[in-house]
């Protein structure tokens, strides 16, 4: 079949896949509307409500792509699913209930991703589906009879998206996934699975249709929500489009330092102290320090209606601090009111006379009315005791009490005593180095970002004080704003950069640990020394994960990846660079200037890229104040900032710069492999 035939042919198809998705979208619409009439029960409203939102958002690529089976079957792939009669009546002769549109993500639309010539999971051709503002522009197909052998899947298309102007936010690549990809996206969630891999091999792309795909087959996981752990603000924002675009609303995207609601980091920190309270050992340093605080048990004296009652109170181990306080509050409760009937039953043995008198000691709040008097024997009832016992739990004096021999304690007064006392600190944690010591006991009084994993920590070993949980239409608006929300599954981006300590932070909202890690240790530049992954997690994971691995890179030229090999070698890796898949045909250039020509030169390159391209400028921190000056409209980022972002060219100014700094061949690394058309490199001399 002619091209021009295809497009005509899918032209046709996608109108009437796109006619559906509007009537649909359109009843949907009204049943939501109806819905508050009709009584609907919330579960059902935030069903039609987020399909509905689906459907809207599924316009430019509704369809994408198409199998033609060797039997004759053939099935339309999108980014939703649709049924014939969708909407509405169904053509004639339809099935109401045929699929017209398959999911992606449902198991009939795997072979799109994974079929190939030597393995065609009885698939005889892969056509993929270019459509812009309604209209198909554009049919590549993929004969898998044998008579084409292709490494990639759709590389027509694959090429296409690859080879297209970068926007400065990431696109979803629904239709181009590639098969070591699509192995990780559909990969089983019981346990932790952490994939390596070099830059611009998709990890970003794969743990974001992950969500998407996790979602749309387990229910639960959409019921619970799904976390999303990025390494910056900047990046957050970046991949915020996908995640709507593929479909999914039950996702909280956080970074380390905002994981924690109510905590904001408010300073940043040296290395070396972010270094020193990353490491493990602060969970038992931590654990040691909050048992401490635990009262001891002991007799307590304790006043009630002017007498004096004795009551033996054990805390029990084991529990979080308030858990625990809460128990022997409730004990103090229950003996004290033994302790008030029991000395009552003594009173009337002993006493045979005056039995009005001693009653009436114990005052109206103890006694019910009805009950005095000659026709009983005196003794408190079960139900009296309980009474008394309620009447104990409301009293101010008590609660008072309470308070002074077992305050509640909120985790920052907690860790901010700790932390600023050398003393406590020596005693608590005797791993460190009076070095470290006075390094951390120095440090100003505002949190660090190190400080939101410890906090997070004391706040888990303090317990919760009753605080309800806050109420919100959406799952992910609860899940936000309630730390000990334990969400279905949790995606970790960039996550070489994570401390131990901010692992088991992650780790604290999945404990049945399905999750979904995604990095390039070889990118790593947080200041913990980790260059394997089995060092990175070892610690928190041990050796319960299973490792994956991206090998292709997709973003940056072959002509640039060439320049790596030396500057990963330097970095330390235990990795193979990854196999750029494409060419931009323009070779990587540099200029060498003094330091004085340094701005101008800066200027009048990035003026020249952007005349092509969307740029950006990768310095050394030092430089970064000065280069803003003179490059107003482009960003200008240290290899930190920059990490997981993308642009058509790159500026890296003073490479040497930034090799020198701590982890600087791995900031390096990073800086050199962040474009997909276009490398220069400034350089100053001496
Ligand atoms: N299958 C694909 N189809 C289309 N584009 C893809 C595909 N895989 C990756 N890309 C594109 O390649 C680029 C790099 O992808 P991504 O940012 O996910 O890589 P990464 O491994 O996270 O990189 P880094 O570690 O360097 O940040 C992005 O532009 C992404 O859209």
Not at 121 to 138: E, M, N, P, S
Not at 139 to 145: A, F
Not at 326 to 332: D, E, K, R, T
Request: glycine content about 8%; hydrophobic content about 40%.
């Amino acid at each position: 079949m002619e091209n021009g035939e295809a497009i005509t042919e899918e032209q046709r198809f996608l109108e009437v896949a796109l006619a559906r998705r509007d009537r649909l979208a359109a009843r949907l619409g009204d049943e939501i509307a109806d819905a508050g009439d009709d009584g609907l029960g919330p579960a059902r409203q935030r069903m039609l409500r987020q399909r509905f939102e689906e459907l809207r958002r599924a316009g430019d690529g509704l369809v994408f792509g198409r199998l033609d089976a060797v039997d004759g079957t053939v099935r339309h792939i999108g980014r939703v699913g649709l049924r014939a009669g969708d909407g509405g009546a169904a053509a004639p002769g339809d099935d109401a209930d045929e699929p017209l549109l398959i999911d992606w993500r449902a198991p009939a639309a795997r072979p799109f991703y994974t079929a190939t010539a030597v393995e065609p999971q009885g698939q005889a051709r892969r056509r993929h589906i270019r459509t812009a503002a309604g209209k198909v522009v554009g049919v590549d197909d993929e004969p898998l009879d044998g008579s084409v052998e292709a490494e990639l899947v759709g590389e027509g298309a694959l090429l296409a998206a690859l080879g297209a102007r970068r926007t400065g936010r990431m696109s979803a690549a629904v239709a181009t996934l590639q098969r070591e990809q699509d192995d990780i996206v559909r990969a089983e969630a019981s346990g932790p699975l952490i994939v390596q891999g070099g830059p611009g091999t998709g990890k970003t792309v794969v743990a974001l249709h992950r969500v998407a795909y996790l979602l749309f087959t387990h229910q639960r996981m959409a019921e619970r929500a799904v976390l999303v752990v990025g390494p910056s603000a900047r990046f957050l924002d970046y991949i915020g489009q996908v995640l709507p675009a593929l479909g999914e609303t039950a996702v909280v995207s956080a970074t380390c330092d905002t994981l924690v609601p109510g905590v904001s980091v408010g300073r940043a920190e040296s290395r070396r102290t972010a270094e020193i309270k990353g490491r493990a050992l602060w969970q038992a340093v931590l654990e040691r320090y909050v048992t401490s605080l635990v009262p001891q048990a002991r007799q307590l004296k304790l006043r009630w209606a002017g007498d004096f009652h004795p009551v033996e109170v054990d805390p029990v181990p084991g529990r979080p601090y308030h858990q625990a306080r809460a128990i022997a509050a409730g004990q103090v409760h229950h003996l004290l009111a033994e302790a008030v009937a029991e000395q009552r039953a003594t009173m009337l043995e002993q006493m045979e006379e005056g039995y009005e008198d001693i009653l009436a000691r114990f005052g109206p709040s103890t006694v019910d009315p009805h009950h005095t008097g000659s026709d009983v024997d005196g003794l408190m009832s079960e139900e009296e005791i309980e009474e008394l016992r309620d009447h104990i739990a409301a009293d101010p004096t008590i609660a008072r009490f309470l308070e002074s021999w077992w305050p509640t304690l909120d985790p920052e007064a907690v860790l901010r005593d700790l932390l600023g006392d050398a003393q406590r600190l020596a005693r608590f944690a005797p791993e460190l180095s009076a070095d470290e010591i006075a390094a951390v006991a120095a440090e100003p009084r505002a949190w660090a970002p190190s400080d939101v994993a410890l906090l997070d920590a004391v706040a888990e070993l303090l317990g919760e004080t009753g605080t309800p949980v806050p109420q919100g239409e959406f799952t992910a608006d609860r899940a936000r704003r309630t730390r000990e929300w334990v969400y279905g599954h949790v995606v970790v981006d960039e996550a070489q950069e994570l401390s131990e300590m901010q692992w088991r932070m992650v780790l604290r909202r999945c404990p049945s640990r399905s999750i979904t890690a995604v990095g390039d240790i070889d990118q790593a530049e947080a200041p913990h020394r980790h260059t394997t992954w089995a060092q990175a997690v070892g610690a928190v994971l041990g050796e319960r994960w299973t490792a994956a691995r991206l090998t292709v890179c997709y973003r940056t030229p072959r002509e640039v990846m060439a320049l790596t090999g030396p500057v990963l070698a330097r970095a330390g890796s235990h990795n193979e660079p990854p196999t750029a898949v494409r060419s931009s045909g323009i070779d990587p250039w540099q200029v060498t200037v003094t330091a004085a020509e340094l701005p101008g030169t800066v200027e009048r390159a990035v003026a020249d890229l952007k005349r092509r391209w969307t740029v950006g400028v990768i310095a050394p921190e030092d430089r970064i104040a000065a280069l803003r000056a003179v490059v107003t409209d482009v960003p200008v980022l240290t290899a930190t900032q920059a990490k997981g972002l993308e642009w058509d060219a790159t500026l890296v100014v003073d490479p040497d710069g930034i090799a020198t700094g701590p982890r600087g061949w791995n900031g390096l690394y990073v800086a050199l492999t962040r474009c997909t058309q276009e490398l220069g490199q400034v350089i100053v001399r001496g």
